[in-house]
């Protein structure tokens, strides 16, 4: 059902009906916004841009060694507002994202959503905020039992979506492993910097009168909520 033509047909009525150009995907850690974003961009074709992904790839390439941003993203809490913003600014001016983008993880703090209002405004883009909403419980659960393959990113839950052998991707028979941030003391972390810090942003969204889609993402199968997120943009 990914990307089914259906669900890109609902979604290109929605885009074009309302010039939907930006869609930020709003949510807790373990709430689905990478899952979600993924099946998206299939039907948009517009690029999924995860400033967690972007951060760890710019570890990962060995730009930011001299940097704190590795001990930062190990406690679970946020990179500096000045380094994220500035990141994304240039992604967005990139030439993928002149149709269009779906933002995962950012903004994050009053200050980031205040930096994209501004760069959207600038430039006439009405986005539409997403909003998963899931159970707490379910989050800890979710995050406490995910695995990842390192080579395609493609991930995995121990109970609710687990590979077909133990351990391995399905895809590339890699071995799965649990991301560093996964670990309880900083899923904790993480859980406590949404809370102070990104929590304030959804009431931000709301009291500025953005476009938003508010769904209970606790528990629907991805695909499910995929299509429920498709027809609640068209009513948008
Ligand atoms: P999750 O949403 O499950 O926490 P992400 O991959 O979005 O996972 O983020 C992983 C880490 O990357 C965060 O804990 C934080 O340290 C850093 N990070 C990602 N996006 C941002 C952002 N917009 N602002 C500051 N730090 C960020």
New binding site residues.
Partial sequence: MKGSRRDRAVFVGAASSYFVKAIVLFG???SG??TQAKMLTQCLMVPHI????M??GRIRSGSESETGMVA??QL??????LV?NEM?KERLSEADAARGFIL??????LD?AGHLSEWLAGRGIHEVVIHLAVDYNVIIAR?TGRRQCPRCGTLYNVSSHPPRVAGVCDLDGEELVVRD?DSEAVIRG?LD??DRQTRPVLEYFRASGHRMVEVDASCDPPETLHRKICQMMESA
């Fill in positions: 807790s850690p373990g916004k990478g995860s400033t967690g992904d951060l760890r930062t993203m679970g809490a946020l990179v500096p507002d994220v994304v995962d993880g950012y903004p994050r703090t980031q995050l941030d993480r910097a949404y």
